[in-house]
């Protein structure tokens, strides 16, 4: 999961047999860890009112919350009892940070700090397997949640509303959910079930957005950033590639970069920051460009700015998973010297290396 705090401070934390861990983006260094030591299927944040950023991670055993900051456990037990596969934070118009939980047993609503729940759980039985939150343009907070049929539901955030028919895929298990804002105005949803197939709609009106994304390999995880003015889709595959795709048109843009995990978050001077995983559990976080143009993608330590903002999580779902996402550490390039795992390495300004993200993107 890459975010960043209220005072600037970039949220790194990962999760696997080591538990859920929160590390120094600019050092490597570990600075918290805590349980659950397994079985943890995704990753959320949501900043409070008062400026604290609480991590959760959902899984077999419900919920379990820390402070971002100290690494100081939450009260979570007896929260849910029901086996989650999704979680997502929002922030609802009265300033309220909650998180979302989708289950088994259906979407699930509580108050991100004091783990109170909200309302009636949503959808009984629903069987939900992942879950996000977007704003659309008019301001409402929205739940997207894919369950076992293959179908994405949505939500108003704060009264629980359902906000049109349920969407189908056509396929089972949605088990990838992501909503991007496009720049005519609409926001757009992105689903991969179980088939690996990526299909897209109009938040709103639920029509279809082009014809359904094939990548042709085990798809762990999908995100969505503004890339070089373009809507893009962000997939990793289980054949260890990184893939952009013209969120709109479902052109392949770029397959140069590598790892099984992968998620972005853009600055807020528009520059776009991605983050990769390997199945040994290094992460390389690589600067794509910006919000307007492209640039090379080439790997730095950390952005000492520290301003971004958060775009999605970086875990992928357990069962789909060949390798945990445990430690942090650079990939290193020939001639680096030998860093302990859990460590990042610094990078030198040498990336002749690297293959550069098209940049014939469409007009």
């Known amino acids: ?34 349980g659950p030591w397994g079985g943890v299927m995704d990753l ?17 055993g419900g919920i379990d919350r820390w402070d971002a900051r100290t690494g100081s ?31 088994n047993s259906g979407v699930y609503r509580w108050d991100a700090v004091s783990g109170e729940p909200i309302r009636a759980v949503l959808a009984p039985e629903l069987g939900g397997r992942s879950a996000t939150t977007c704003t659309l343009g008019d301001g409402t907070p929205v739940i997207i949640c894919g369950d076992e049929n293959g179908r994405v539901h949505r939500w108003h955030a704060g009264t629980g509303v359902p906000l049109g028919a349920p969407l189908e895929s056509g396929g089972w298990d949605a088990v990838q959910v992501t909503a991007l804002s496009l720049e ?54 289980d054949d260890e590639t990184i893939r952009h795709w013209h969120a709109v048109t479902g052109e392949l843009l770029s397959s140069s ?3 099984v995990a992968a998620a972005c978050a853009t600055r807020a001077d528009g520059s ?20 307007g143009n492209l640039a090379r993608p080439h790997p730095l330590l950390a952005d000492r700015a520290g301003n971004l903002t958060a775009q999605h999580r970086t875990l992928m779902p357990e069962y789909k998973q060949l390798g945990f996402l445990g430690g942090v550490a650079a990939k290193q390039h020939p001639g680096d010297g030998q860093q302990l795992a859990g460590h990042l390495v610094e990078h030198r300004d040498d990336h002749a290396d690297m293959v550069p993200v098209e940049s014939a993107l469409p007009s």
């Not at 609802?92 to 909650?98: M, V």
């Not at 109009?202 to 359904?212: C, Q």
């Open 1 to 34: 999961m890459l975010d960043v705090g209220p005072a600037g401070e970039t949220l790194l934390v990962s999760a696997g047999n080591g538990g859920v861990c929160r590390w120094d983006a600019d050092s490597g260094e570990l600075l918290w860890r805590g």
């Open 44 to 60: 959320a944040a949501v900043c409070a009112g008062d400026g604290r950023w609480v991590v959760a991670a959902v899984g077999d």
């Open 73 to 103: 456990e939450l009260p979570s037990r007896g929260l849910c009892r029901d086996s989650l596969w999704g979680v997502a934070g929002a922030v609802l118009p009265d300033g309220r940070p909650i998180l979302v939980g989708a289950g």
């Open 184 to 237: 005519d105005g609409r926001t757009l949803i992105a689903v991969c079930d179980a088939r690996d197939l990526i299909y897209r709609w109009d938040a709103v009106s639920g029509e279809p957005i082009g014809a359904p994304i094939e990548p042709d390999v085990t798809v762990p995880m999908l995100s969505a950033v503004q890339l070089g003015g373009e809507p893009v889709l962000i997939t990793s595959g």
């Open 257 to 259: 970069l590598t790892g």
């Open 272 to 291: 776009v920051l991605l983050a990769t995983g390997t199945y040994g559990g290094d992460v390389e976080v690589h600067r794509l460009g910006r919000q």
